[in-house]
């Protein structure tokens, strides 16, 4: 799995200084998506090693959020876990999908926003939008997801 870009953001997660990695390699391909960059398997491969360095670098932050890595959920949760063994930097993944994937384990992750992008119906600030961002509440027992889509309004 490979990334392009890292940016430090704060409109992806509310409440949270975000470190955005960019997956490439996207297999969703929605209609008018505003990163078509990202379709093609491009940039350079997403590690542990290359995480830790990007976190040390981006000193201040409280979250990280991979941007994709529908091709790959199996290592987008692998290093999700990485991150909350290894740091207290909060973990979001931003998939394509419409449902959250099987392969992905919930504990590892603080928020999850699935859907894809459909132009007629907008982004998270669309009270028309299909996609949804979770904050996943971890108080004992299983993960509980909690629809936070409305903070986007």
Not at 106 to 114: A, E, Q
Request: glycine share 8%; with cysteine.
């Amino acid at each position: 799995m490979k990334f392009v870009d890292v940016k430090e953001v704060f409109a992806e997660i509310p409440d949270e200084i975000t470190l955005a990695i960019s997956i490439s390699g996207c297999p969703i391909q929605c209609k008018g998506c505003h990163s078509r960059y990202l379709w093609e398997d491009v940039g350079e491969e997403l590690t542990t090693e290359v995480i830790a360095s990007l976190l040390r670098s981006h000193f201040g932050v409280s979250c990280i959020c991979f941007m994709g890595g529908d091709q790959a959920p199996a290592e987008v949760d692998q290093l999700a876990a990485w991150v909350k063994e290894n740091s207290n930097v909060k973990t979001a993944w931003y998939s394509g999908r419409d449902v959250i994937t099987s392969q992905i384990d919930l504990l590892h992750f603080d928020y999850v926003k699935i859907g894809h992008y459909d132009a007629k119906r907008g982004p998270l600030n669309s009270p028309q939008t299909n996609q949804v961002l979770w904050r996943v509440e971890h108080e004992g027992g299983a993960p509980v997801l909690m629809d936070i889509t409305y903070l986007f309004g």
